[in-house]
């Protein structure tokens, strides 16, 4: 995704066998394996277009997606990170963190989502990946402000943002429209001043599996 105007973009970041990078044409066939893999998982949470899973999540259809995505970030609209694995040796794509809805200048926000692979939930992947993306959007990234709007139901997805200290400060009625019908959401959020003491969110985010 070279080319790209956002501030901060493109990056590679990593901690320990976490690593988040831009998507490439050659990751088609890992996306379209993990995400059909994952259906029941991710189904219920996504606004997808409508349409058979696994024709909506194929190698063909991953064309489309990078397009918009590179589309997207080359607009300096969104940051899309592949969420990968690296284990002996081996780079695995497990999983997506994006900033995207990006607004400039007196606003400095993005909104976040994310998904992971359910055979590596629970191994604190995810939580590294987006604390390492905020950390990002704080530093390099130029901004100040990060949401993240998650449907009450959501129990996994939830926690996410509770591990890393996230505000809970609004409950928006028929927010989106998901699996069929228009679905609450509550939002959460955080500001660099909120992190900045603690040397950053990735930072908070280790003190706390210490404190385990």
Same mark, same amino acid.
């Given at each position: 995704?070279?080319?790209?105007?956002?501030? /901060?973009?493109?990056?590679?970041? +990593?901690?320990?066998?976490?690593?988040?990078?831009?998507?490439?044409?050659?990751?088609? $066939?890992?996306? %379209? *394996? #993990?995400?059909?893999?994952?259906?029941?998982?991710?189904?219920?949470?996504? +606004?997808?277009?409508? =349409?058979?899973?696994?024709?909506?999540?194929?190698?063909?259809?991953?064309?489309?997606?990078?397009?918009?995505?590179?589309?997207?970030?080359?607009?300096?609209? +969104?940051?899309?990170?592949?969420?990968?694995?690296?284990?002996?040796?081996?780079?695995?794509?497990?999983?997506?963190?994006?900033? =995207?809805?990006?607004?400039?200048?007196?606003?400095?926000?993005?909104?976040?989502?994310?998904?992971?692979?359910?055979?590596?939930?629970?191994?604190?992947?995810?939580?590294?990946?987006?604390?390492?993306?905020?950390?990002?959007?704080?530093?390099? =990234?130029? @901004?100040?402000?990060?949401?993240?709007?998650?449907?009450? !139901?959501? /129990?996994? +997805?939830?926690?996410?943002?509770?591990?890393?200290?996230?505000? !809970? *400060?609004?409950?928006?009625?028929?927010?989106?429209?998901?699996? /069929?019908?228009?679905?609450?959401? @509550?939002?959460?959020?955080?500001? %660099? !001043?909120? #992190?900045?003491?603690?040397? =950053?969110?990735?930072? $908070?985010?280790?003190?706390?599996?210490?404190?385990?």
């Amino acid at each position: 995704m070279l080319g790209a105007t956002t501030p /901060g973009w493109p990056a590679v970041l +990593s901690d320990g066998a976490v690593l988040l990078r831009p998507y490439k044409r050659g990751d088609a $066939r890992a996306w %379209s *394996e #993990v995400r059909i893999a994952n259906q029941a998982w991710l189904a219920p949470w996504e +606004s997808a277009p409508p =349409g058979p899973w696994a024709e909506m999540n194929s190698p063909r259809a991953y064309g489309y997606v990078y397009r918009d995505m590179k589309r997207a970030a080359r607009n300096g609209d +969104s940051m899309p990170f592949a969420v990968c694995l690296v284990e002996d040796g081996r780079e695995r794509l497990v999983g997506h963190v994006n900033l =995207g809805n990006i607004v400039r200048r007196a606003f400095a926000s993005a909104y976040a989502g994310y998904w992971v692979d359910h055979r590596v939930a629970g191994r604190g992947v995810i939580p590294t990946a987006l604390a390492l993306a905020v950390d990002h959007a704080f530093g390099p =990234g130029g @901004l100040h402000r990060i949401e993240v709007n998650i449907r009450p !139901e959501n /129990g996994p +997805s939830r926690r996410v943002v509770e591990k890393l200290g996230f505000r !809970e *400060e609004a409950y928006h009625q028929r927010y989106m429209h998901i699996d /069929g019908g228009w679905r609450d959401h @509550l939002g959460y959020a955080m500001t %660099s !001043e909120e #992190v900045a003491a603690e040397g =950053g969110l990735l930072a $908070r985010w280790r003190r706390a599996r210490t404190a385990k």
